[in-house]
């Protein structure tokens, strides 16, 4: 028995918009039926949609590759003129109206796309992206900080795929005056050999050379801050030949004098380092990347605070409980690190709650500001509703 469509008025309503779908598909699929009474009842249904049916239609031609041809015949039967395919599209910018503010929100909301790749270890995928924004909106206010993610992508794409470069320290804090040595290590990560080589002045034997970057800053309890940079170079071997996940490394002394106050603070050490090999050569290619190490971050004591280097935790307890200067605690706030810091805020928040002193609580609020990077005054309940809040995962960390 032949197949027969019935012609149903179309209700837009939201409700009915299911069916509509439902019957422009079955209209689309018997179209081409090879029963004329069929095709033409498609055909007559397909009309009575009218505009409805368009983008329907289009998907389907568009799916049969015949979109093009649909666009081909129209326009020979308009006379449409034939187009250089190398030529500039007409120019009709005089009439296109730029809204800067809607640009600006496109670009951060990329920007924003792009660091949650970088932040999933997609570094390829968000360095792409960074690189289209700069090419886009090179006076965007937000490029500066695009670039910051391009040379991190960057940086990361050969840490995790070619060479391992870090600097390896031996110890969280040093006193004031000792020795600081660090280790500078690269290892190789690719699948294959490769020699990194440095070429030589006029006249000298090729060389290689790590810059190092050294930042020191304080800050104190008043909120006052201030910094030191250094700047060193050491000299090595000019070919390095590295087996695949074989490593090469160098100790190396940190020039620590910083002109610093650096008897009564404690210095933050941040360390930076890079090598620039003339090539790398690997698989019979050469390759040319500068290689930015891993930093390391360490701390510079005071002599007469060297005794809090041993148990930070246990002395920031004694220091509040036998009533020491709020300097002493504010010393031993900055040796924590790992679990402790956590076990530290509770300690600070504990004195909070109990003291008297209006002028206490602004520096307990200080250093708790220092180990969560939280700023919620001088309030203990703000302080005990936010460590509630982290959870009991948070707090085994």
Known sequence: MKAVLFLVPLLLVPQEDAEKQKRLKQALEWLGDKDPEVSQSARAELLALGKDALPAIERKLEEKGLMELARLWRDIERGAPALDPYALPEDDTA?????????????????AEAMAFARKNQYQRALD??????????????????????????????????????????????????PVTLAIRMKNIYKKEMTLRYDGAAGRAAEGLVVIEIESSIKTLKDESTSSSRHQEFPFEGEIPLAPGAQWERMLQLDTVFG??????????????????SKIET???????????????????????????????EWLSKTIETGQPAQET???????????????????????EKTDNPE??????????????????????????WLAKQGPEKKKK
């Open 129 to 178: 992206m960074a690189k289209g924004i700069e090419a886009l909106e090179p006076r965007s206010p937000v490029v500066d900080r695009v670039k910051q993610l391009h040379r991190y992508c960057d940086n990361m794409i050969t840490q995790t795929s070619l060479i391992e470069a870090k600097l390896v320290q031996e110890k969280l804090a040093y006193v004031t005056g000792e």
């Open 283 to 313: 698989d019979g290619v050469n390759i040319t990347r500068r290689l930015q190490f891993e930093p390391a971050i360490l701390k510079l004591v005071p002599k007469r605070y060297s005794h809090f280097l041993e148990k930070p935790l």
């Open 95 to 111: 009439t296109v109206k730029i809204d800067r503010e809607t640009a600006d929100k496109y670009i951060r909301a990329k920007y």
């Open 360 to 385: 206490y609580r602004p520096a307990l609020a200080k250093m708790l500001t220092e180990l969560t990077g939280e700023k919620l005054g001088v309030d203990p309940k703000k302080w005990t509703e």
């Open 330 to 352: 504010w010393i031993c706030t900055q040796l924590l690190s790992g679990d402790e810091r956590r076990r530290g805020a509770e300690v600070l928040v504990k004195a909070m």
């Open 260 to 277: 610093l106050p650096d008897d009564l603070e404690v210095q933050s050490v941040v360390v930076n380092a890079w090598t620039q090999p």
